[in-house]
Every structure is written in structure tokens, then in C-alpha cells.
């Protein structure tokens, strides 16, 4: 200590340290897809078995539920995670999360399934992707769509595990697998509780891994800041002026229908079966949507920094259009075409490619276009609203499957329901344009107050 100042002195390490914040996070987020984004689909058909009484609308209801419930706690988990940093959120939501599954293996009535789902939905809500992305974001800046990919390729494998989990069920019972799914959430997490730090810049470093000096002096660790990140500018916008701005809403209205197509994998594999599609079959080509899923994500990792976002988001939105349209076509009979089994590898790839490569995709463009400053709390906000989405897309598709008694009226509305989000999409104003808008927003406001006095 000299002057009132207390200096860190980190060594440069071989690896960033947000890289084993990346793993960490992406390990939680990998088993998280598999026992629920992409697994819980597996879960359908056995629950059904078990209580007759219960159609499809059930578990849309259910999912609604949890969707609904997100779309309140979001915006308070992306604040949470800005004012007390991921460690506490985690430990709470991985906590409940763990009880939530606990709570389903023992489930006898069906508001015994609902109150499970409200306890999962809080959990889930503070125990992975918004916590994780916010905590990566803070972490890089130029590698940042690496950063992301990387993360969510994680959740994307999650899919290939749905033949494993399949099979568990079949040979011993669902509800033992919901009790072990709830347990291992406790295991997965608790590396992940260790790893997760708030920012470099707490620890010596700044964004993308250059070694920082720490002062106790915040005015001096700004400037030294801002100095060592010159180079790589960012737009900075806080939240109450990115909730005016067009260019916000197109973005969330646009990511948002893509999560409505996406998160009806509920009932994938239902619907395959229903088209008459043998069970081992049904589980591998569910499960096989992964791999589009990954090369997406891949893909964006490689190739997000070097072109338009925008462009990019509108090309798989494009992608999981047709997907979605290829899941409503197989085996059937549509301009006087029978489709049999023709479609298959279209609703394999591009439904997962379409999808994988939106995830870090939507999360790359917020950053991009309204900077780091408020991060987690503008996606908790996205994420909100996509939420409300995502509820009246689950409950769509689960009571058209009981009315129509069929899933393909259901996605065939969703894959045309895509197809405004493209123009909506691509005609996005530049990030400079944008923070212009709010700069001189701003600069009105300052005249007008000033006036007023």
C-alpha cells in the first residue's frame, strides 16, 4: 500500500480467465438443454401414458406457465446479476432449479405439475443462460461472438442426448429420471458457482485477456481503462433510452417469433411420432437437430465479427422458416406432392442450424448495437417479452394438437408466421445510426430543460 492506493499485480495467464468462465457456464448450460430445453420433449409421451385424462394442452399449459413466470423475473435476474454479480443469483436459481425437478418425479394431481413448473420456472429463471451470458459479455469485447458461440454450442449438444435420455425413461421410469435430473443440477452447478466472476476489471484485467492494473482510485482504474480499450469502441446506451428506440423492438420482435418456432420442440417428438415415424427414429432425428444446432452456432463463432449481424439474424430466421416448414411436411400430401420422408433432413439441419446460429446472434446484437453499459438488464427485458412469446406460442400448439388432433396445422402457421421477421430484420438502421439518434435525443432533452429554467 503507498498513498492510499492498494495495487494487484496479475501474471498474463496462458488461457483468459473468461474462457474457463465460458466452460464453466456452457457445462451448466449443456445439461440444462439436455434434461429440459431439448430433453423434457421426451417426457411427453410417458406422462401422458400415465394420466390418460391429460391431452397435449397440458404440457402447453405447463410450459406456458414457466414461460409466463420468466417473462416477470428476467428483467430483476439481468439487474440482479449487474448489482450483486452471478455468484449469489446462481447459487439461488441452481438451488430451486434442483427442487423444481425434485418436486415433478413426485407429482400425483395435476396442479401438483403446475406448482411444480412455477417453482422450476423461478429456478431456471435465476440459475443459467441469462446469468451466464451476462457474466460473458462483461468478459470479452473483441472475442465477444466467440465468446458466445462458444458458450452456447454447449446448449446445442444438449440435443444429442435425447436418444440417452429416451432410453432411460423406457427401461426404468420417468419419475426416477426427474429425481436423478434434479440431484445432478446440484452437481453441474457447483463448478460453474466457483468459477463465474463479475468483470476483468476486478481483477487486474480488462476485456479479451490484456493484463490491467487495479487502483483503488475508480477515477484513475476509468482512465487506465479506457486507455488499454481505446481501440475497440463501443456504443454505449443506457436502458431507459434503448426502450424509445425502433431499432430495439424490431430486434426483440424479430428473436422473439424465432424462439416461439424454436422452443415448440416440446412437442417434436410427439409430432413424429404422430406422423407415423417409429420411436428410435423419431428420438434420433429430434436429437439429430443438434447437429445444425452446433454447426450454427459454429458458424457464427467464426464469421459474427466479420459481417452484419443483421444480415446474418435474417439468414437463420430464413433457415429455421424452412425448417419448421419441412417438420409439417413429412409424410404428407401438399400440391398433390406426397412428401413421405423427403423432408426430414431439411427439419434436421436447417430448423437446427436456423436456430443455433439466432442464439449467439441475438445476444451479439444487443451488445453491438447498445454497448455493455446495461447489459443484463436490457436482456433480462428481451427476454421478458420473448417469454410472453414463447407462452402463447406453447399454448397454441399444445390445444390446436387436441382441436385438430394433429400437430401439422400448428407448425405450418409458425413456419409462415417467420417469414415478416426477414424484411423486419434487414431493415435494421447501423448501430452508429442508432446512437446518434440517442445522442441527439439526448442533446433536445438538455435544451428543453434548460429552457424550462
Known amino acids: ?13 496462458k488461457i483468459f480467465f473468461g474462457w474457463w468462465i465460458v466452460l464453466g457456464s456452457g457445462s451448466v448450460q449443456f445439461y440444462t ?8 420433449q ?16 397440458v404440457f402447453g399449459v405447463a410450459m406456458a406457465i414457466q414461460r409466463a413466470e420468466s417473462s416477470f423475473i428476467t428483467p430483476f435476474v439481468g439487474a ?22 425434485i418436486l415433478l418425479s413426485q407429482m400425483q394431481e395435476l ?28 468478459w470479452f469485447v473483441r472475442n465477444r461472438s466467440r465468446a458466445l458461440a462458444a458458450f452456447m454450442t454447449f446448449s446445442a449438444t444438449g440435443a444429442i442426448a435425447l436418444p440417452l435420455l429416451v432410453w432411460a425413461i423406457d427401461s426404468f421410469d420417468w419419475r426416477t429420471i ?33 493484463t490491467e492494473t487495479v487502483v483503488a482510485d475508480p477515477n484513475r482504474s476509468l482512465r487506465r481503462q479506457n486507455q488499454a480499450t481505446k481501440s475497440q469502441p463501443e456504443v454505449s446506451i443506457g436502458i431507459r433510452d434503448v426502450l424509445r428506440l425502433r431499432a430495439f423492438w424490431q430486434i426483440v420482435i424479430a428473436v422473439s417469433i424465432g424462439e416461439v418456432v424454436a422452443m415448440t420442440n416440446l412437442f417434436h417428438l410427439s409430432a413424429l411420432i404422430e406422423y407415423e415415424l417409429e420411436l428410435w427414429l423419431a428420438s434420433v432425428a429430434a436429437g439429430a437437430v443438434a447437429i445444425g444446432d452446433i454447426i450454427g452456432r459454429i458458424t457464427i463463432g467464426i464469421i459474427g465479427d466479420r459481417y452484419r449481424a443483421k444480415s446474418l439474424l435474417a439468414i437463420a430466421l430464413s433457415f429455421q422458416a424452412v425448417g419448421v416448414g419441412s417438420l409439417a411436411l413429412i409424410n404428407s400430401e401438399f400440391l398433390g406432392i406426397s412428401w413421405g420422408l423427403f423432408p426430414v433432413p431439411f427439419y434436421v439441419f436447417c430448423s ?25 438488464t436490457l436482456v433480462g427485458t428481451a427476454s421478458s417479452f420473448s417469454s410472453i412469446c414463447v407462452t402463447c406460442g406453447l399454448l397454441f400448439i399444445g390445444f390446436m394438437s387436441d382441436f385438430t388432433e394433429s400437430y401439422r ?5 409458425l413456419s409462415l408466421l417467420l417469414l415478416p421477421t426477414i424484411p423486419l430484420t434487414l431493415t435494421l438502421q447501423s448501430p452508429r445510426r442508432v446512437a446518434a439518434l440517442v445522442r441527439q435525443t439526448a442533446r433536445s432533452r438538455m435544451r428543453r430543460v434548460a429552457l424550462g429554467q
Open 1 to 13: 500500500m503507498s498513498g492510499g492506493i492498494a495495487t494487484l499485480n496479475w501474471h498474463r495467464p
Open 33 to 40: 438443454s439436455a434434461v429440459f430445453w431439448r430433453g423434457f
Open 42 to 57: 421426451a417426457f411427453v409421451e410417458p406422462v401422458l401414458r400415465t394420466y390418460t385424462g391429460w391431452g397435449s394442452g
Open 80 to 101: 440482479a446479476v449487474d448489482r450483486f454479480g452471478p455468484r449469489p443469483v446462481l447459487i439461488f436459481g441452481a438451488f430451486v432449479t434442483g427442487c423444481g425437478f
Open 111 to 138: 396442479w401438483h405439475f403446475y406448482a411444480a413448473m412455477l417453482v422450476l420456472g423461478i429456478g431456471l429463471s435465476f440459475g443459467e443462460f441469462i446469468v451466464f451470458v451476462t457474466t460473458i459479455v462483461n
Open 178 to 210: 426427474l429425481f436423478c435430473v434434479g440431484i445432478g443440477f446440484w452437481i453441474v452447478a457447483t463448478p460453474a458457482v466457483l468459477i463465474l466472476r463479475r468483470r476483468p476489471e476486478d481483477y487486474g484485467m480488462v476485456p479479451d485477456g490484456e
Open 352 to 376: 437446427g442450424f436456423g436456430f443455433g446460429a439466432s442464439i449467439p446472434l441475438r445476444l451479439l446484437i444487443l451488445a453491438e448495437y447498445f454497448g455493455r453499459r446495461s447489459y443484463g
Open 409 to 413: 396445422p400448428g407448425y405450418t402457421i
